[in-house]
């Protein structure tokens, strides 16, 4: 779903004076084309030569210890208000620009333009950052990849759906099987099953930092096509094995950790979100995001400045909290850089200039495009009239 709200009193608390509209960033499982951001040269870049090397230490390697070290604690504050500083301060180490939404619910933004180059870059080159940039610029390329900036983010994104995608959802449903049902996965018909291909990630994640890029390919494939056959033979042994358990119910929760992981920004942000390796264990995550809206530049005049995202923490009083995890929109890069100027946003779809039109713009013509192309591929074709209409 995608929802357009008016926002004509700004964001609240900080963020007073901005009247625009408010996208709101949050998707179903259907993925669609992802464009590349901005490029840029801040040198927050990860230094693997290849991009599936780069998903792959984005997805398999330790979260960088910038994300994962704790603020120090305040005890003035309620654990609340502690944690939504501490994700705030958490965008703020690592060079972007930050406000602090205080109603009608507490959020934090994060402007677009800190995510090209870092705010809290010296005047003298702002490419460089502060004395800490080099301990932070791998949380840094890490966050990017969250929302969908990362310099990189078109070619890292086709090679996770290419590629490592299933892969990686598979893995996952293991590691949840064998944390919900650890009896039936130690048994040896199941180790059999799963043992090898196990065998064959640990042996490739290891190997990683020093692995050629064509020999990681091939292995990469080697894994992607027999992920297929695995996911379904430990279905169906599964099933054997424990009569309490349906296929239909095993499938329901591969379908779920593949929903969740549905482009690489959203892998990247489970794991951000859920403070470990990849594991999906089902714990309490470590920030409770509960939805993610783009502020784009007022209508009429192009003001990056005020472009931002702002994230919003699920409210502990709500009488019908929300349940569930946080999913982005597959396009989010798009909508992020349609009005940017970047010859590579995504803008050259709809015909306009960058600095016009809606930031969704691009998006739906796409999706109408590609509602023409399917129709016509099952066998209904539709006029230019028609479509006019429609």
């Not at 965008?91 to 406000?99: C, E, I, K, L, V």
């Not at 507490?106 to 995510?115: E, F, G, I, T």
């Not at 080099?134 to 990362?150: K, Q, S, V």
């Not at 039109?357 to 209904?380: A, F, I, K, R």
Request: a neutral charge; one cysteine or more; hydrophobic letters at 30%.
């Amino acid at each position: 779903t995608k929802r357009i709200k008016s926002n004509d009193n700004g964001g609240g608390g900080g963020e007073r004076g901005s009247p625009h509209h408010a996208v709101a960033v949050v998707s179903s499982t259907e993925s669609s084309r992802v464009t590349s951001p901005i490029n840029n040269n801040n040198h927050i870049v990860t230094t693997d030569p290849t991009p599936t090397q780069t998903c792959l230490k984005l997805l398999f390697a330790p979260l960088p210890a910038s994300l994962t070290s704790p603020p120090p604690p305040t005890t003035t504050k309620s654990s609340d208000e502690q944690k939504i500083t501490s994700f705030r301060e958490l965008w703020s180490t690592h060079g972007f620009r930050t406000s602090m939404v205080t109603s009608p619910r507490p959020a934090v933004s994060v402007y677009l333009d800190s995510c090209r180059v870092r705010h809290d870059a010296p005047t003298a080159d702002p490419t460089l950052g502060n004395d800490n940039s080099n301990e932070t610029a791998g949380g840094r390329a890490y966050l990017l990849t969250c929302i969908g900036m990362h310099p990189h983010q078109l070619p890292l994104e086709h090679h996770y759906n290419s590629t490592i995608k299933d892969i990686y959802c598979l893995w996952l449903f293991v590691k949840r099987m064998k944390c919900v049902r650890r009896g039936d996965m130690e048994d040896e018909r199941l180790v059999e099953i799963v043992a090898p291909w196990e065998e064959k990630m640990e042996s490739m994640s290891a190997k990683l930092p020093e692995e050629d890029g064509n020999s990681l390919q091939a292995k990469l494939e080697e894994l992607a096509s027999s992920s297929s056959n695995i996911l379904s033979r430990l279905l169906s042994k599964l099933v054997e094995i424990d009569h309490s358990l349906r296929k239909d119910q095993l499938l329901h929760e591969y379908n779920r950790i593949a929903y969740e992981n549905c482009t690489l920004a959203n892998a990247c942000l489970q794991r951000l979100l859920n403070n470990d390796t990849g594991s999906d264990n089902g714990s309490k995550q470590r920030y409770d995001l509960d939805s993610v809206y783009f502020k784009p530049s007022p209508p009429g005049r192009y003001l990056p400045k005020y472009e931002r995202i702002t994230l919003h923490m699920k409210d502990p009083n709500a009488v019908e909290p929300s349940i569930g995890k946080l999913i982005l929109l597959p396009s989010l890069t798009q909508v992020l850089t349609a009005r940017s100027g970047d010859p590579n946003s995504g803008t050259a779809v709809t015909g306009n200039s960058s600095n016009s039109g809606h930031p969704l713009e691009s998006v739906v013509n796409d999706m109408l495009q590609s509602t023409w192309t399917n129709l016509l591929h099952n066998g209904y074709y539709c006029d230019q009239k028609r479509k006019e209409c429609l």
